[in-house]
């Protein structure tokens, strides 16, 4: 039978012990990147075009490594020697609107350095185990009790270095961390199935549409091929009770997905404000990007559209939306006074390539396959992350044991 005790976390397996992050670990530096962006713009030349090593920074890991990389010289390189990645480090933002976020270093096949505003850190044992107890409830917690400032928050380095943390005997972290990774193994494969997907319907797409066009093809523009429905002021029609909501999708959840934190909206509004896994969402404001919606369901906010057709298949309408989103970005740009946006105008004047409904069928017989798989894989990584993050708070407090 197990022994239990009573502790700030609250019961914890007995034979566990309470250490500190100052005792487990090996720090590698404190404040990667030599301190500063001042430093930086001093003797590092990003470029954009591969150079030496990979500058990693903190969007590159909320673009899933999907982004442009920024590269630097072997001489920045150098200067960079703290922060040097090898792959499999834990990285914690320490300064802005990530402060407190926890990642795993990717491992890449070139050399690698890490951006500013971060510390850097390995732990005795090894990372897995402590990276996801960092990920975890209690970890984020305890992370967000060390974190100051409300205009630009920090993070607290010297009351990081003290705080506490259940460790459970290795073999146990082993097991624990093993079942963790192995379903975020399979969340990363799927994700990557989707990349090359994503880069299988654009190659076609170009082939068909940019390189080998019909001459006898009409153009349209894109508002004729499919209806953009803009969203909701969803602060309009809160919840009514408890049961009876569902999460607000803004421009924040497009990009990193339903948040605990997030808003939440009444189920009673008309139905084609809700957005289902697999629906195509375009945010025509700020932070321009198209979509295929891989969450949960939810409602949609203001400043995105939906977008649907009943005449066109739906990776006819995504693949001409996405094209048209570099003239977009740049008309938003133009337009960014307060916030970058477009206007319905911007979709009168955006023209795409009809071809015939022969032709169209043709297509469609390749291409829906493939976004077929990349919804499915949506609906299966949402099942895989929600199996991860039910497991997570059990096995850190040794609710769920696992056999070693």
């Known amino acids: 039978m197990n022994k239990w005790r009573e502790t700030d976390f609250g019961k914890i397996p007995s034979h566990w012990e309470i250490s500190n992050i100052k005792e487990e670990t090996i720090f590698v530096t404190d404040y990667v990147a030599n301190g500063s962006f001042a430093a930086l713009a001093e003797n590092v030349n990003y470029k954009s075009t591969p150079d030496f090593a990979v500058l990693i920074r903190l969007t590159d890991f909320n673009n899933n490594f999907q982004g442009e990389f920024v590269y630097v010289d072997e001489h920045a390189y ?13 990285i914690i933002s320490n300064v802005g609107a990530y402060a407190g976020t926890v990642f795993f ?4 096949n070139r050399p690698m350095t890490l951006g500013p505003n971060a510390v850097l850190l390995n732990f005795k044992n090894g990372n897995e185990f402590y990276y996801y107890w960092l990920k975890s409830p209690a970890g984020k917690f305890s992370l967000e009790g060390i974190i100051s400032g409300s205009a630009q928050p920090k993070f607290n380095k010297t009351s990081f270095r003290v705080m506490e943390i259940p460790v459970p005997p290795l073999h146990e972290q082993v097991a624990i961390a093993s079942v963790l990774s192995c379903l975020d ?12 997907l994503e ?13 080998n066009p019909n001459p006898d093809w009409e153009e349209k523009p894109l508002s004729s091929i499919a209806t953009f429905l803009n969203g909701l002021a969803c602060q309009k029609y809160p919840p009514k009770n408890y049961m009876d909501k569902l999460p607000v999708l803004k421009i ?6 339903i948040a605990e934190d997030c808003d939440w909206c009444t189920t009673e509004v008309d139905e084609k404000y809700i957005v289902e896994n697999g629906d ?3 945010s025509w404001s700020a932070s321009l990007m198209v979509k295929i919606w891989d969450g949960k369901t939810c409602i949609l906010n203001q400043h995105l559209f939906k977008v649907t057709s009943d005449e066109f298949p739906k990776w006819f309408y995504y693949l001409w939306s996405k094209y048209h989103l570099d003239q977009f970005k740049a008309i938003a740009s133009a337009h960014a006074t307060t916030m970058g946006h477009i206007k319905r105008g911007d979709l009168d004047e955006a023209m795409v390539l009809v071809p015939s409904n022969e032709e169209l069928d043709s297509f469609t017989e390749i291409m829906k396959p493939i976004i077929d798989k990349i919804t499915l894989n949506n609906k299966q990584i949402s099942k895989l992350e929600a199996m991860r993050d039910t497991l997570l708070p059990k096995l850190m407090s040794g609710e769920v044991r696992i056999k070693s």
């Open 78 to 90: 150098n200067f960079l020697n703290k922060s040097r990645l090898l792959g499999g480090e834990i």
């Open 105 to 108: 270093a990717p491992k890449l």
């Open 185 to 196: 193994s399979k969340i990363d494969l799927l994700h990557r199935q989707n990349n090359t």
């Open 199 to 211: 880069q299988m319907a654009k190659t076609l797409f170009r082939h068909w549409f940019l390189e």
């Open 252 to 257: 924040k959840e497009l990009r990193n997905g």
């Open 280 to 282: 195509v969402i375009f």
